[in-house]
């Protein structure tokens, strides 16, 4: 391992210690290296503008982060055990090419600020794919509800209730992708502060330029305290998780509902064939795998929020237990956001089966429009609601799944959907 950037002479380190605290930490540092070294840039920046290094020695740190970044994404170098974490790669890195200049890039900061600024610079990207991939689904469920709508029988308790339609399920899924991507948008708002600056976490005896870094990387404001910029780790990676596993929870209905509709019993619905699997045993088989992982894609994200909520009964200030929130917010948003990515080809492509929808619709699910048909015309309601429930399984003389929808006419009470206010609702997120 190259130098430890901590080592006291006389101190041995002890192998098995040292595997305990490196964990798979430097390998979890990849995801964030690129981030890591734009912030680096905007602290060397920073340090040139208040004189603590000077302009040249500036540009050529720059120089050589920017070879970095190159020589990482191509592969030619490699973040592994080498080193204690990404942090010191980069230090290493930049002394071995630069001497002074690259003992110097650490003046002023702390690998606690260095990573708190990688992970809120990730996460607003990720937070920013969060919104792309639920505006996305919405504009599919949307323009699929502005199809001919087909009768669906509507559902509570998984008992048939009401005439529902394909229409109303996507109008349904729409709504729900715009709340999602409208969370993604308000969570990516408040977690765009700047910590970088803060240090160790109560800030350092310079005149730092933080409203310079801000802007450099492109942060709305900057985090004021330094004891909060600690205080908020765990934090903002929770609120994330947040705002992700409430787009996956409502994915996880609509997978629920797919993988009923594609049962022989119910028979609604057919998969493009991509997006099933096959028995090893059963060769009659056609599996709805992929539905069955998007639904369990919530599980992977509550597991994710679950353990850093756990890790954050913390004291003030940096604790070496705020490490493993790493692991689980890269996890965590990763597998989430690679389930909502195939979600809108999914539902463009899924096919209805109008026949067997239409023969699930039977004439008592007519029965809640005939009790109010005739509360409407002066009865009271919970009389005609008697009179309904007797007669139940005559309630569909002279009804049709197309009438019973047409009549469903108060504002956003369903069959009218709504297609026009939903897409400006979206169009108003675009972007
Ligand atoms: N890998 C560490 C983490 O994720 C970086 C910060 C280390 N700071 C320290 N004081 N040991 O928390």
């Given at each position: 391992m190259s130098d430890l950037l901590w080592q006291k002479a006389g101190v041995e380190t002890d192998a098995r210690i040292m595997r305990f605290l490196a964990g798979n930490d430097v390998l979890l540092d990849r995801e964030f290296f690129l981030h890591d070294i734009t912030a680096s840039k905007a602290h060397v920046e920073g340090l040139a503008r208040i004189g603590v290094i000077s302009t040249d020695e500036a540009a050529a740190l720059e120089r050589e982060l920017d070879t970095l970044a190159q020589d990482f994404r191509s592969g030619a170098f490699v973040l592994d055990e080498?080193?204690?974490d990404g942090h010191s790669a980069i230090e290493a890195r930049l002394t071995e090419r630069l001497g002074d200049a690259g003992r110097r890039v650490?003046?002023?900061?702390?690998r606690n600020d260095q990573v708190l600024v990688a992970t809120r610079l990730w996460l607003k990207e990720k937070l920013d794919a969060l919104a792309t991939h639920c505006r996305a689904i919405a504009a599919v469920c949307l323009e699929r509800a502005a199809q001919p709508a087909l009768p669906l029988p509507g559902y509570t308790h998984l008992q048939r209730a009401v005439v529902s339609s394909t229409a109303m399920w996507f109008a349904g899924f729409a709504e729900a992708f715009i709340d999602n991507a409208l969370r993604a948008r308000q969570t990516l708002g408040w977690i765009d502060a700047n910590p970088l600056g803060t240090a160790a976490g109560y800030g350092v005896n310079l005149p730092l330029d933080r409203e310079y870094t801000t802007t450099a990387l492109g942060?709305?404001?900057?985090?004021?305290?330094p004891i909060y910029a600690q205080l908020s780790r765990g934090k903002f990676e929770l609120a994330a998780l947040e705002a992700l596993a409430s787009a996956l929870l409502d994915l996880r209905r609509l997978a629920w509902d797919l993988s009923l509709f594609t049962t022989a019993e119910f028979g609604f619905v057919s998969l493009p064939p991509e997006y099933t699997t096959g028995s090893s045993i059963m060769p009659n088989k056609r599996n709805p795998d992929v539905v069955e992982l998007l639904r369990a894609s919530y599980a992977t994200v509550a597991a994710a929020r679950c353990e850093i909520e756990q890790l954050l009964s913390l004291p003030t200030g940096y604790q070496r237990?705020?490490?493993?929130s790493k692991g689980s917010i890269f996890h965590g948003m990763t597998h989430g956001l690679a389930a909502l990515e195939l979600a809108p080809d999914l539902l463009a492509r899924m096919h209805w089966n109008q026949p067997a929808m239409r023969a699930a619709?039977?004439?008592?699910?007519y029965a809640t429009d005939v009790a109010i048909e005739q509360a409407a015309a002066g009865v009271p309601f919970r009389d005609a609601y008697r009179a309904a429930a007797a007669a139940a399984a005559s309630?569909?003389?002279?009804?049709?799944p197309e009438r019973s929808l047409a009549e469903?006419?108060?504002?956003?009470?369903?069959?009218?959907?709504r297609l026009e206010e939903l897409a400006s609702r979206l169009a108003s997120l675009t972007g």
């Open positions: 080498r080193y204690e650490h003046t002023g900061r702390s942060f709305a404001r900057m985090q004021l305290s237990d705020l490490q493993f619709i039977e004439p008592a699910m309630a569909g003389e002279g009804r049709t469903r006419v108060s504002p956003g009470g369903g069959a009218d959907v």
